[in-house]
C-alpha cells in the first residue's frame, strides 16, 4: 500500500544549528513530493515540492529538499535554524492521477 | 476515534450544478480547514473555522465557493454555481486549538469532477 513515513515524531534542536526532517515513501513509482509546514493558529503553507528535473529542490525560507530514489527519500534540510521555524512539518506525496497522502507530521521544537 | 468523515468520495456533476461537500471533524476538535488539491497548486487553503467561526477565508476563490459550521460537528462547503475548473480534491481537516502548534487529522478528500 502506498504510504509516506515521517520516523520522527518531535524533533528538537538549537537555534542556528542544522536541521534534517526525514521523510519516506512506499510507491512503486516516483510521485509528486511536497513539504508543508503548519505554523501557530495557521493552516498549511507549501514549502516546494518535487516533479521531476533536479534532484535538489529549494524553497521558501531557506528550506531545501533532496529526493532520493534509491533511498525512496526526501528529506528536508535547512543549514542553520531561527526560533520562528517552530512549527508542525508534513511530508506528502501525490501518486500519479491519486489524491495526496501525508505523513503523521514532525513537530519542530527549537531551543534558545 | 472514527478521524474525519468526507462525503461523498468521490462527485461527478455538470457545470452549473449546486454541489455541497461534508465534513464531519474529530469529535472535541475546535478548528476545522478546508483546502483544495490541485496538482499545480499542490494544497491550497480555503478557509477555516475556529469554534465554528469562519477566521480566515481569504483562500476562498470566488463568490461561488461558500462554507458553514453550524455546529461544532459538521460543516459543508458548497459550490454553486460549479464549473469545470473547480474540479479537484477537496480535504477538511481538523485540530484540537489551542496555544502552539495544532497536529492536523485530515479526512479522505471528496474528488470533484465537473463536466
Known amino acids: 500500500a502506498q504510504s509516506v513515513t515521517q520516523p520522527d515524531i518531535h524533533i528538537t534542536v538549537s537555534e542556528g544549528a542544522s536541521l534534517e526532517l526525514r521523510c519516506n515513501y512506499s510507491?512503486?513509482?516516483?510521485?509528486?513530493l511536497f513539504w508543508y509546514v503548519q505554523s501557530p493558529g495557521q493552516g498549511l503553507q507549501l514549502l516546494l515540492k518535487?516533479?521531476?528535473?533536479?534532484?535538489l529542490v529549494q524553497g521558501i525560507k531557506g528550506f531545501e529538499a533532496e529526493f532520493k530514489r534509491s533511498q525512496s527519500s526526501f528529506n528536508l534540510r535547512k543549514p542553520s535554524v531561527h526560533w520562528s521555524d517552530a512549527a508542525e512539518y508534513f511530508c506528502a506525496v501525490v501518486p500519479r492521477d491519486d489524491k495526496i497522502i501525508f505523513g503523521k507530521g514532525t513537530r519542530l521544537h527549537i531551543l534558545p | 476515534d472514527a478521524g474525519v468523515i468526507q462525503s461523498p468520495r468521490h462527485e461527478v456533476t455538470e457545470m452549473g450544478q449546486e454541489v455541497t461537500l461534508r465534513c464531519k471533524p474529530i469529535s472535541g476538535h475546535n478548528s476545522l480547514f478546508w483546502y483544495r488539491q490541485t496538482m499545480m497548486r499542490g494544497l491550497e487553503l480555503l478557509i477555516y473555522f475556529n469554534n465554528n467561526v469562519p477566521i480566515d477565508d481569504s483562500g476562498m476563490p470566488e463568490d461561488r465557493f461558500s462554507a458553514k459550521m453550524p455546529n461544532a460537528s459538521f460543516s459543508t462547503l458548497k459550490i454553486q454555481p460549479s464549473e469545470p475548473r473547480d474540479s479537484a480534491v477537496y480535504f477538511c481537516?481538523?485540530?484540537?486549538?489551542?496555544?502552539?502548534?495544532?497536529?492536523?487529522?485530515f479526512g479522505s478528500g471528496t474528488q470533484l469532477s465537473v463536466l
Open positions: 481537516a481538523s485540530s484540537l486549538g489551542g496555544e502552539g502548534v495544532e497536529k492536523l487529522f
Open positions: 518535487y516533479f521531476s528535473g533536479d534532484t
Open positions: 510507491y512503486g513509482a516516483t510521485p509528486y
